[in-house]
């Protein structure tokens, strides 16, 4: 007899299914409806563009886990479960198509295929949630929040995958084993269900197999309209989250030209940030809805592990709680005549400080904790942008309601008065090449590089020697290079994360027709800041070069033979700038640069590596301000160095030097660990010996 089975066996009425299924159906649809409705509340924003890179970057995050692969447990959990539950899709649907079509093809060995896969997979879900649930009961990370849904959503798929199982053992044991006993062992899950219920008899297990039938089939179409409304609608908002992440990357702001908003309406500046929900794009309010709570941000986020209140797991479902809670009433107001006539009912998305803000979702405390160190981005498995969600609502605080730290309006204001943030500095940005003889473009120099020193490099003594360093590693290559001197002003990028966008902007532009004057088209720079702002930033007001950070070139001299460095370094390790490594992807040049300097086996990288190194706690504007968190994020970060066991730091960041030298003189002054940025490790070993 050729190995296949019945569809229907012993189910009475099987097109009343249909009937349910249409209603599941509708049920599911409309919970999609009104999740689209509200992020139709958002403003507009372009995200179908490059349909290729998406698609690809889809399936290698869908089919491949990759980001799930960073937490080795959590992503066999995920991965049983996904695929358990993708296989028992794909094989629900080919016997639905079997059945509609009236064409018999599950038989033979396509059959015993079908068989083997379909329920091998199963027993996978099976542990896989039962992974899922021993991890929530058992082990209980701290960053893994449990709630009703999460119970509810890994039981309710448990129960389908145990009833699937139950049925089939019943069908085996009635049939299988009695009429083809060497076909059931081709179901192993079903197969051993069947011996447990054997003897029972046939006739119990059909009358049991009856029911329990069309209890499945209800708790299945519970399940599919329940899709769309609970936890477990991540099936289907993460893929399209996914599709529609940002493609340029996570260093890069937009916002609209905000002269022109206040040349259009001086008087309103209702548009400068985000103050209510509605103000959000459509995809930052699909990020919201498609945030799982999973708490992967939260782990990783050094605000939240230096004690305080930012969590950007919290920030997110807060902002989710008030879209569902005030989004239905803004949607009312839409539709009226007047669309004004409802701006009332949405509630602030910022509590004020030390008054009471009804209905808001975030406090200023909180928001002021972000570094925009990219750590919750890269980590997030269904992209949640995090960073340009915080920015814009720091935007609306600081632009619009001024609300913000004495520090951050002192070097704000400086930025606005001098073209730098460093409040109270005793240089210029000549002093630290008055003595060395450098070409300056100013004085009718011309060069292939321009060498931006940025306000750090050339203000801060620490950085200074730095900047100096580069200059001995640049001439010793014979790299032909100039410096702007006087006319480099701020790129603004302190003042934009801290949501200063007017003052950005300016800073922008002023470089923008500063390097068009000269004809500027290739720049090196020591600072990853100052590179994200031109690589990423400054192209939307038209400033468009070849950037390279001095890692990487120092990397391409030592490559090309222009630069010949000694070994001699005997204990290194290296600290990944959150701009240059997160979030520009720059991670091997600088290891290639220090494993020539060091002796064999001499680098070891620290456990927090690469794009999961732990931020040096300067970003989001923190050069300039302090919350003063219960354990500082920079002195974490240096038990993390010690742990390592390295006698030397390499940086390539002037605030991570400002940071880690901070560490190291509050912490360890007489440990005798160094911190050095690599253009002063490289210009030491280009010395002569003698």
């Given at each position: 007899m050729e190995p296949t089975r019945e569809i229907f066996w012993n189910v009475a009425g099987p097109a009343l299914m249909y009937v349910l299924f249409a209603a599941a159906l509708g049920f599911f649809a409309w919970g999609l409806y009104r999740r689209i409705?509200?992020?139709?509340?958002?403003?507009?924003?372009?995200?179908?563009?490059?349909?290729?890179?998406?698609?690809?970057?889809?399936?290698?995050?869908?089919?491949?886990?990759?980001?799930?692969?960073?937490?080795?447990?959590?992503?066999?959990?995920?991965?049983?479960?996904?695929?358990?539950?993708?296989?028992q899709l794909v094989a629900t649907s080919l016997v639905s198509l079997q059945d509609w079509s009236g064409v018999h093809f599950l038989r033979g060995s396509f059959y015993l295929g079908f068989s083997l896969l379909s329920d091998v997979f199963g027993l996978?879900?099976?542990?896989?949630?039962?992974?899922?649930?021993?991890?929530?009961?058992?082990?209980?990370?701290?960053?893994?929040?449990?709630?009703?849904?999460?119970?509810?959503?890994?039981?309710?798929?448990?129960?389908?995958?145990?009833?699937?199982?139950?049925?089939?053992?019943?069908?085996?044991?009635?049939?299988?084993?009695?009429?083809?006993?060497?076909?059931?062992?081709?179901?192993?899950?079903?197969?051993?269900?069947?011996?447990?219920?054997?003897?029972l008899g046939a006739d119990r297990l059909t009358e049991a197999h009856a029911s329990l039938w069309w209890v499945h089939a209800a708790t299945a179409f519970f399940f599919i309209g329940y899709l769309s409304?609970?936890?477990?609608?991540?099936?289907?908002?993460?893929?399209?989250?996914?599709?529609?992440?940002?493609?340029?990357?996570?260093?890069?702001?937009?916002?609209?030209?905000?002269?022109?908003?206040?040349?259009?309406?001086?008087?309103?500046?209702?548009?400068?940030?985000?103050?209510?929900?509605?103000?959000?794009?459509?995809?930052?309010l699909l990020d919201l809805d498609t945030c799982v709570n999973c708490g992967r941000c939260e782990e990783v986020c050094p605000a939240h592990l230096s004690g305080a209140a930012l969590s950007p797991r919290k920030l997110v479902q807060d902002l989710k709680r008030q879209m569902h809670e005030a989004g239905p009433a803004l949607l009312g107001a839409s539709s009226e005549a007047e669309p004004e006539a409802g701006a009332s009912e949405a509630p602030p998305l910022v509590a004020t400080a030390g008054e009471e803000s009804p209905g808001a979702a975030v406090t200023e405390e909180e928001l002021w904790g972000c570094r925009t160190c990219g750590a919750c981005q890269a980590e997030c498995p269904v992209f949640v942008e995090h960073i340009p969600t915080i920015v814009d609502m720091r935007r609306n605080l600081v632009m619009t309601e001024a609300r913000m730290g004495e520090e951050a309006q002192q070097f704000l204001k400086n930025?606005?008065?001098?073209?730098?943030?460093?409040?109270?500095?005793?240089?210029?940005?000549?002093?630290?090449?008055?003595?060395?003889?450098?070409?300056?473009l100013g004085r009718g120099d011309t060069a292939e590089y321009l060498f931006w020193v940025g306000c750090t490099g050339a203000l801060v003594d620490r950085n200074i020697e730095v900047t100096r360093a580069m200059v001995r590693v640049l001439q010793a290559a014979g790299v032909d290079f100039a410096v702007l001197g006087a006319e480099e002003c701020c790129t603004g990028d302190p003042a934009r994360r801290v949501g200063e966008e007017l003052s950005f902007q300016t800073c922008a532009k002023t470089n923008v027709e500063t390097l068009e004057r000269y004809g500027v088209e290739k720049i090196i720079t020591t600072c990853p800041h100052c590179l994200n702002s031109f690589k990423n930033e400054l192209p939307e007001f038209g400033g468009r070069y070849e950037v390279i950070h001095h890692t990487q070139l120092i990397a391409d001299l030592v490559r090309s033979g222009r630069l010949q460095l000694r070994e001699e370094l005997a204990s290194l390790t290296y600290h990944?700038?959150?701009?240059?490594?997160?979030?520009?992807?720059?991670?091997?040049?600088?290891?290639?640069?220090?494993?020539?300097?060091?002796?064999?086996?001499?680098?070891?990288?620290?456990?927090?590596?690469?794009?999961?190194?732990?931020?040096?706690?300067?970003g989001g504007g923190y050069a300039w301000m302090d919350d003063a968190p219960p354990s500082r994020i920079n002195h974490q970060r240096l038990e993390q160095v010690r742990s390592c066991g390295a006698d030397t730091t390499a940086v390539s960041c002037p605030f991570c030097m400002q940071m880690l030298d901070e560490a190291v003189a509050s912490v360890d002054p007489e440990g005798g660990l160094r911190v050095a940025d690599i253009a002063e490790l490289v210009a030491e070993a280009l010395e002569d010996p003698s």
């Open positions: 409705r509200l992020w139709r509340l958002g403003a507009p924003e372009v995200r179908l563009d490059r349909i290729g890179e998406r698609i690809g970057g889809l399936l290698a995050e869908i089919i491949g886990h990759r980001r799930h692969r960073r937490r080795s447990l959590p992503a066999a959990i995920h991965l049983l479960i996904f695929y358990g539950f993708l296989a996978f879900a099976i542990v896989g949630l039962s992974m899922a649930l021993w991890r929530r009961l058992v082990l209980r990370p701290a960053h893994l929040h449990s709630f009703f849904d999460d119970w509810f959503s890994l039981g309710l798929l448990l129960l389908l995958f145990v009833q699937g199982f139950a049925l089939e053992g019943m069908r085996i044991a009635v049939t299988e084993l009695q009429q083809q006993p060497e076909l059931a062992p081709w179901s192993p899950g079903g197969y051993a269900v069947a011996l447990l219920l054997a003897d409304h609970g936890k477990l609608g991540h099936v289907l908002y993460g893929p399209l989250n996914i599709f529609l992440r940002d493609l340029d990357g996570s260093g890069k702001l937009s916002h609209p030209d905000i002269e022109a908003v206040l040349d259009s309406d001086p008087d309103t500046l209702e548009h400068l940030g985000v103050a209510r929900i509605d103000q959000f794009t459509w995809k930052q930025i606005e008065d001098r073209m730098h943030p460093w409040v109270g500095t005793a240089h210029d940005r000549e002093a630290w090449f008055a003595d060395l003889d450098i070409k300056v990944d700038p959150c701009y240059l490594g997160r979030h520009n992807g720059v991670f091997d040049e600088p290891r290639e640069v220090l494993e020539g300097l060091a002796k064999p086996g001499a680098f070891r990288d620290m456990e927090q590596s690469r794009s999961r190194a732990l931020c040096c706690g300067s």
